[in-house]
Nanobody, 126 residues
Framework: QVQLVESGGGSVQAGGSLTLSCAASGITYSSYCMGWFRQAPGKEREGVATIDRDGSTNYADFVKGRFTISQDNAKNTLYLQMNSLKPEDTTMYYC????????????????????WGQGTQVTVSS
């Protein structure tokens, strides 16, 4: 049973930083793609950043230069370092895994995800 558990969300002032973590378990594949997504109430889930099997990364334009995705394969943990946070970054953040037969996560698409975590709330105040 694949489980993804996010942590690290919270409240911060604009310009501040947070680091989200996603602990993965139950994945039997030796390599896979992972990603961070976010979803505001009433809106579609949107891709924030993904990391492919070879470690290549992809970022949404609205986080480029501010967020960094990384992973610790030994700990089966995915991270999202978020700097220069803005009030518009306020929403639920979710991690996901894609077994990505092609080797890469397609275009930050949420439809590619095979499993989701339960989410963690990030709130940025102005």
């Amino acid at each position: 049973q694949v489980q993804l558990v996010e942590s690290g969300g919270g409240s911060v002032q604009a310009g501040g930083s947070l680091t989200l973590s996603c602990a993965a378990s139950g994945i039997t594949y030796s390599s896979y793609c992972m990603g961070w997504f976010r979803q505001a109430p009433g809106k579609e889930r949107e891709g924030v950043a993904t990391i492919d099997r070879d470690g290549s990364t992809n970022y949404a334009d609205f986080v480029k230069g501010r967020f960094t995705i990384s992973q610790d394969n030994a700990k089966n943990t995915l991270y999202l370092q978020m700097n220069s946070l803005k009030p518009e970054d306020t929403t639920m953040y979710y991690c996901a895994v894609d077994f990505c037969a092609s080797g890469s996560w397609y275009s930050l698409s949420s439809y590619a995800a095979d499993y989701w975590g339960q989410g963690t709330q990030v709130t940025v105040s102005s």
